[in-house]
């Protein structure tokens, strides 16, 4: 699995952060951006699909 975050449309609510901070940095606009290239371990899959559903923007997609 493998997440992208769209810069466009974070508005830095950080609840992507929140649940999920192996997979997200915060930069200093607040705006999020995955760690790496985005590839999600698969223990960490569920927090990612959980970051997804929470994010209010729609921010975060699944591209693999
Ligand atoms: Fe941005 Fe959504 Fe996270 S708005 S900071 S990607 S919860």
Known sequence: MKIRVD???CQGHA???GL???LF???DYGTSSVV???TVPPELEERALLA???CPEYAI???D
């Open 25 to 27: 940095d915060i930069d």
């Open 52 to 54: 997804i559903a929470n």
């Open 20 to 22: 999920a901070p192996e």
């Open 36 to 38: 790496g290239d985005g």
């Open 61 to 63: 997609e699944e591209v």
């Open 15 to 17: 609840r992507c952060y």
């Open 7 to 9: 810069q466009d449309k």
